[in-house]
């Protein structure tokens, strides 16, 4: 079974940066089976995603273009986060499903994804 486990959010000023971790487990399958996307999902809002990685290309929402940069290591996943805002505010999750389910814009539609993991909470104090 396909498990994610994320880690490394907290608490920064606005300007900072933060790095998220997601390890994956992937049950015997391999990296280009799976894309990736780290969602968010703020208060009152619904889940939106921000990054994704496809086959070793990535691709993020412009609400984090230039500030965010998602990259893998293994079997990790990360997210590091520059010159935060409180916008940036929301609990983040990473997300996997089988690359057929990736194209276009269902890479940043959480109901193409089949797995994800609990998430942890990003806090952006002005």
């Known amino acids: 079974q396909v498990q994610l486990v994320e880690s490394g959010g907290g608490s920064v000023q606005s300007g900072g940066s933060l790095t998220l971790s997601c390890i994956i487990s992937l049950a015997g399958y391999t990296a280009n089976d799976f894309c990736v996307t780290w969602f968010r999902q703020a208060p009152g809002s619904e889940r939106e995603g921000v990054a994704n990685?496809?086959?070793?290309f990535t691709r993020y929402a412009d609400s984090v273009n230039g500030r965010f940069t998602m990259s893998r290591e293994k079997n990790t996943l990360y997210l590091q986060m520059n010159n935060l805002t409180s916008e940036d505010t929301a609990v983040y999750y990473c997300?996997?499903?089988?690359?057929?389910?990736?194209?276009?814009?269902?890479?940043?539609?959480?109901?193409?994804?089949?797995?994800w993991g609990r998430g942890t909470q990003v806090t952006v104090s002005s």
């Open positions: 997300a996997a499903t089988p690359v057929p389910n990736c194209g276009g814009g269902a890479r940043f539609a959480p109901s193409k994804f089949h797995y």
């Open positions: 990685i496809d086959r070793g």
